[in-house]
């Protein structure tokens, strides 16, 4: 072998060498802002979390009840998700899952929503729901089907999907999602219903519709505490 191939091969061994020691991926963030500050009585934890002494831990800290009981589903969109997260179970942090049960009114709906922190693996437990996500810009490809019973879908992290009963009775799912924080954000919400508004001019240029439309649809999803 030449000298100049000795020096390649050395160089690729290092390279991977160094590949092997270190790591150039960033931490997932478990929120949605973190704004760095000099002061550090001034900060709190990035994952609003301490860490409880492990001789202190109890089964309860991994422990949930309450999937057994429909959510109400009397509101606009006619369904209900009740979330178990680190919130709910706090031995999930730092173990990147969570998990939720969605209940749907007849034609009720999970309106268009993402989950920027986590993809989604959604089981339908009774009923039938119509399904679907979209792909990012610029192909904005759908990708939808009817589940039934015992039918799953997966919804990949950050892409807006939905899910809606297309039954005559009440439907059930549950979903696993791949962080203890997945967060949601329901397009319609953000969009017509931020705090502060946004301005109806920037929302009638972006929809192409009228800015007395835009106003309308603003105060039907205005922001409440």
């Given at each position: 072998m030449s000298m100049k191939g000795v020096h390649f091969?050395?160089?690729?061994?290092?390279?991977s060498l160094v590949s092997s020691l270190v790591s150039a991926d960033d931490p997932s963030p478990l929120q949605d802002i973190c704004v760095a500050v000099d002061d550090p009585k001034s900060a709190v934890f990035v994952n609003g979390k301490f860490c409880k002494d492990l001789e202190q831990a109890k089964a309860e800290d991994f422990f949930f009840s309450g999937l057994q009981n429909p959510g109400?589903?009397?509101?606009?969109?006619?369904?209900?998700?009740t979330t178990v997260n680190v919130q709910q179970?706090?031995?999930?942090?730092t173990?990147?899952?969570?998990?939720?049960?969605?209940?749907y009114a007849p034609y009720g709906q999970n309106p268009p929503h993402t989950h920027p922190r986590g993809t989604e693996i959604l089981v339908v437990f009774e009923g039938s729901l119509l399904v679907g996500f979209v792909t990012s810009n610029t192909e904005n490809r759908l990708f939808t089907k009817?589940?039934?019973?015992?039918?799953?879908?997966?919804?990949?992290?950050?892409?807006?999907?939905?899910?809606?009963?297309?039954?005559?009775?009440?439907t059930v799912a549950f979903a696993a999602l791949s962080s203890q924080n997945p967060g949601v954000i329901t397009i319609a919400d953000a969009v017509f219903g931020s705090d502060p508004p946004i301005n109806p001019d920037v929302?009638?240029?972006?929809f192409q519709l009228d800015k007395k439309i835009i106003e309308d649809l603003q105060k039907k999803f205005e922001y409440k505490n």
């Open positions: 091969v050395a160089i690729v061994a290092l390279l109400n589903t009397d509101n606009r969109v006619g369904s209900n998700v179970i706090p031995g999930l942090n173990l990147g899952i969570s998990l939720v049960r969605i209940d009817v589940l039934n019973k015992g039918d799953v879908f997966v919804f990949p992290i950050g892409l807006i999907h939905f899910q809606f009963n297309v039954g005559h009775t009440n929302l009638a240029k972006a």
